[in-house]
């Protein structure tokens, strides 16, 4: 099980340097540390992630390894800063130079050796999901023939990079408006430097923000006065090169098409938000069962003990969550083999499916993540609310990857308006429920969950065309929910699909039937909200929708014996859990708390 949620054959070259990396000892939980110190921590560990990859130009053009980074880097005291500071630096700025033309001809060395760090600045105080309407401008000086860079008011300030003196010098990678002649060309990425061994730049403004939850990383508002750009500081490539003559040629036809592929990265960014949530949620689960089998609890006879995951209102929860949990690596895994394998020889409408799935699924995993984060610091009581037992930081961390790289309902509203006609889910008549036995099968499950897809898309249009034909934002309002929720099925749909493959693909026989038998728990745990849906179009009976708690039930009593099978098969290095307390006597110790205390 281990070979088949750790990428098989690619296993070593994606994870094993990772895995290897966390379990130093550099990586335990150090208390008493103040923000300013864990922030400049993360720099410490960013460099140590450069010395142990070959190049940090393979690690940016990779997105296996550097989606692995993430999976490993976040479950680590701490580690959300520096997945923060490593996925801005490789793949939303070093990332974004190789992308565009020219990187051949530029100098690297500093980005590379990290004499410089990089960062991104793109979202403003005043436009986050609507970042194409930007404020930044860069203005080609006719003089010079560079840039001028300006942030015309406060609302034009970036928000929330990495621009502060903590780590050293930086560079950024600007989003700005290309200003020629007073013709507005759209926004571009500008390469610019921010400060150096003595400090800020000229022209460079940038003021702390206060310390947010979960990521701790020295974010700010940034802001430009009249800071001057070389030409080279344009990055070019075929949706936009400013000639000679100051005309702008692109192969795009509009200025929103232009941005979103300047600011290409972002969807291997959203990649790495997935990686990193899922890595978050196994590990998180690991914790919890360790603890759930070491922890005693009175039995029903006077004096027993017998350990709290004997029981089903514990066991239950962090089974559903050890499911669910599976598919959310497998979905990320297939996810991140049609971006590897397709993204460089897509047509258009391909790549533009392929980035719509790769968002639909973060968006999903990251909301699953924080749900079960947070259950499994609840089933660990208040023990699991100290930071030493690694769980009450994970909740924190997820909230920030499902606000990163694109708010996730406003990602699922964009991929519901495009699915609700461009989508068009197989349609098979439902043909007779059957029995209850027919439930045990985790492919006619799976095809009842089609059918629900199906029937929130038919109810999402039939809404869109009862609306009022001249309030384009009331038509929508009212088939946005079910639009919706149409997404949310299709990105369990996808999951499931990962699912059932992996356990395909299982050599063993034993791992096939329990990887099968925990599938089926996920979906027939999605199928219950839509029973009535599917009573009601002929694909259930109600003998089926009677029986299917107690089936649940079933599953449950069968899979409670494997569930510490399941998490070992998350191969956590053992330096990393025998720094968790919880994770080993099952509660922390007195000098667990006076560590804590000093």
Not at 13 to 22: A, E
Not at 420 to 435: K, M, V
Request: glycine share 10%; net charge negative; with cysteine.
């Amino acid at each position: 099980m281990t070979r088949l949620l750790f990428d098989g054959e690619d296993r070593d070259h994606v994870h094993t340097r990772w895995r290897g990396l966390i379990a130093r000892e550099t990586f335990r939980h150090r208390p008493g540390l103040d923000s300013a110190e864990r922030a400049a921590l993360s720099y410490e560990w960013l460099r140590m992630v450069n010395d142990t990859v070959q190049g940090a130009e393979q690690l940016a053009d990779d997105p296996g390894l550097l989606a692995g980074l993430h999976e490993w880097a976040a479950i680590v005291d701490g580690g959300g800063g520096l997945c923060t500071v490593a996925s801005i630096h490789y793949n939303l700025f070093l990332g974004s130079l190789l992308d565009h033309e020219g990187a051949e001809s530029r100098d690297l060395s500093d980005f590379t050796t990290l004499r410089r760090t990089g960062t991104f600045l793109c979202t403003e105080l005043e436009h986050g999901n609507d970042a194409w309407a930007l404020e930044t401008t860069a203005e080609l000086d006719p003089v010079t023939g560079g840039f001028i860079l300006n942030t015309p008011h406060a609302g034009a300030q970036k928000f929330m990079p990495n621009t502060s003196m903590t780590g050293g010098p930086k560079s950024a990678v600007v989003a700005a408006r290309l200003l020629v002649d007073g013709r507005d060309e759209g926004v571009f990425l500008f390469l610019t430097p921010l400060s150096d061994e003595r400090g800020l730049l000229p022209g460079v403004r940038v003021r702390r923000l206060p310390l947010r939850t979960g990521a701790p990383v020295d974010h700010c508002l940034t802001a430009f006065e009249h800071v001057l750009l070389p030409r080279d500081a344009l990055l070019e490539s075929a949706h936009g090169r400013l000639g000679a003559d100051g005309r702008l040629r692109s192969s795009l036809g509009n200025r929103r098409k232009r941005f979103l592929q300047s600011i290409g990265r972002v969807t291997m960014g959203k990649l790495c938000m997935s990686a990193a949530a899922v890595g978050a949620t196994r590990a998180a689960l690991a914790i919890a069962v360790r603890y759930g089998d070491q922890r005693q609890v009175s039995g029903p006879r006077a004096g027993e003990r017998i350990p709290v995951n004997a029981h089903r209102s514990h066991h239950g929860r962090l089974l559903k969550g050890l499911a669910t949990a599976y598919a959310m690596t497998f979905l990320h895994r297939s996810m991140l083999a049609r971006w590897t394998e397709q993204h460089t020889g897509l047509d258009a409408g391909q790549r533009a499916e392929t980035e719509r799935l790769i968002a639909v699924a973060k968006s999903w995993i990251t909301w699953q993540a924080r749900d079960i984060t947070i259950e499994c610091r609840e089933r660990c009581g208040a023990q699991g609310l100290f930071a030493v037992n690694g769980l009450s930081e994970f909740p924190q961390y997820v909230e920030g990857t499902i606000t990163a790289e694109g708010d996730n309902l406003v990602i699922w509203v964009k991929a519901a308006a495009e699915m609700l006609f461009e989508h068009q889910p197989p349609r098979t008549a439902p043909g007779s429920p059957g029995g209850t036995a027919r439930l045990t099968d985790p492919r006619h499950v799976r095809e009842l969950l089609a059918g629900a897809e199906v029937i929130w898309q038919d109810r999402a249009r039939a809404a869109l065309r009862r609306g009022p034909s001249g309030d384009p934002v009331e038509r929508w309002n009212g088939a946005s929910s079910a639009a919706l929720e149409m997404v949310s099925v299709h990105a369990r749909l996808r999951a499931a699909d990962a699912f059932l493959d992996a356990a395909y693909r299982a050599k063993d026989p034993g791992a096939r039937a329990l990887l099968e038998k925990l599938c089926l728990l996920f979906l027939l745990d999605q199928i219950g909200e839509h029973t009535g849906d599917l009573l009601a179009d002929g694909h259930l009976s109600g003998e089926q929708v009677r029986a299917l708690p107690e089936l649940l039930d079933d599953l449950l009593r069968e899979l409670a014996p494997r569930m510490t099978e399941l998490v070992e098969a998350f191969d956590l290095p053992a330096a990393y859990l025998d720094g968790i307390p919880l994770a080993n006597s099952g509660r922390i110790s007195l000098a667990d708390y006076s560590t804590a205390a000093e």
